[in-house]
């Protein structure tokens, strides 16, 4: 192989890619795009600008309407070819000038043998020329009329449809960077909470060891269930400790194992757990549930809990705590907790989450509930994928 003939070959290749991207643009869509802007082309181009013709012979009519779809489909070709050259980088302006001046005078010639070979004989309107049929010089006027004629019309009909797919395009890289800032809140917020968690931890496993070495001091059978219970939340909490998104199911083993562990040393512990498997892998930000429990058994006697998950139509989930207290019965406001969840959830989903708690409704206690969107584990790594 010579050194002359790679450029070849490279050109070829080139044009090659070229043909085929442009084939893959006339689709259906774009194709019935392009009948409908032709269409529009040859009525107010072909008749509607053209005062004179309005009063011509049928015959004339349909002449210049031959040769007016002739020279629309032609720009249309046209302009699809310019606006693969504009995104390879081409100028826009002059692309798109060039291409449609080009196809307009192209085709106000080619329309003319079209026309004639479909058997129509276009005759002048009536005062315009004398003579049942042009001759040479008022066939080239009869030419740059169809160009320019059809040059304006599809000019301005180009300019609205490039500005508004840029506007559109434009508008997508803005949502498209909304979305991107909103996310990266979001993850600053997680990291913040991932950071809360680390800090709260070691605080709750100091306060469980000290309680296990206080236990065995009088009570070595109840130091080791309490010693078993930790282990057993640990094993839950430790493979998720980095991460500041859970789900409901490795919530509820975190706030059954914490359960276990302080329900030892509390007298006439009454606990209901529920969820319903359909909300088990749905995801549930860390530090939500086991804080909303903690607050829940709070104080002194007895204490009746019952913790309720479901679904709240198709796409929320709903967090109910009644407890035999009322600690919730000062509402948001007078629980610090509460208000901690409240603004942790409001940072991640904004208005699209609500927080509530009151004196029961029947009987003593109070209940708090939390309601926010429902999304589900598979759907987030599909997502992230």
């Known amino acids: ?67 007016t779809a002739v020279t629309g489909a032609l720009i249309f070709v046209a302009v699809v070819i310019a606006d693969e050259l ?6 826009s302006v002059r692309t798109y000038a060039i291409a449609i001046v080009t196809a307009a005078l192209v085709g106000a010639v080619a329309g003319w043998y079209v026309r004639s070979a479909t058997g129509l004989t276009f005759r002048a309107p009536p005062g315009i020329v004398p003579a049942p049929l042009m001759n040479a010089s008022h066939r080239i006027a009869h030419h ?61 496993l100091f306060d469980t060891l000290e309680r296990i070495r206080a236990a065995y001091r009088f009570d070595a059978a109840a130091g080791n269930a309490m010693m078993e219970d930790l282990i057993v939340y640990l094993r839950a909490a430790l493979p998720h400790l980095r991460e500041s998104s859970s789900t409901v199911a490795q919530e509820l083993r975190l706030v059954g194992a914490w359960l276990d562990i302080v329900g030892r040393g509390a007298q006439g512990f009454v606990v209901d757990l529920d969820a319903t498997p359909s909300v088990h892998e749905a995801r549930l930000p860390a530090l939500v549930l086991l804080p909303l429990v903690q607050c829940a058994v709070a104080g002194t006697g007895p204490i009746s809990l019952r913790l309720r998950l479901r679904t709240a139509g198709a796409d929320r989930l709903s967090v109910e705590v009644a407890t035999s207290s009322d600690v919730f019965a000062a509402g948001i406001a007078g629980e610090s907790r509460l208000q901690q969840i409240d603004d942790r959830l409001r940072a991640l989903y904004g208005d699209d989450v609500s927080v509530a708690s009151r004196s029961a409704l029947a009987g003593s206690g109070s209940e708090a509930s939390i309601e926010l969107p429902l999304e589900r584990a598979d759907q987030s790594l599909k997502a992230a994928s």
């Open 1 to 67: 192989m010579n050194a002359g003939t790679v450029p070849a070959a490279g050109a070829g290749s080139a044009h090659a890619s070229l043909l085929a991207t442009l084939a893959r643009r006339f689709d259906a869509r774009t194709l019935a795009f392009g009948t409908v802007v032709v269409g529009a082309l040859v009525i107010v181009g072909g008749v509607g600008l053209v005062i004179p013709v309005w009063w011509a012979p049928v015959e004339t009519k349909l002449s210049r309407l031959v040769e």
């Open 86 to 91: 504009v995104q390879r980088g081409a100028s």
């Open 144 to 204: 740059l009329g169809i160009a320019i004629v059809c040059s304006l019309v599809a000019g301005l009909a180009t300019f609205v449809w490039v500005s508004r797919r840029t506007a559109l395009a434009a508008r997508r890289r803005q949502q498209e960077a909304e979305r991107a800032r909103a996310q990266a809140r979001r993850r600053t917020l997680e990291s913040q909470l991932q950071a809360l968690q680390a800090r709260v931890e070691p605080m709750f």
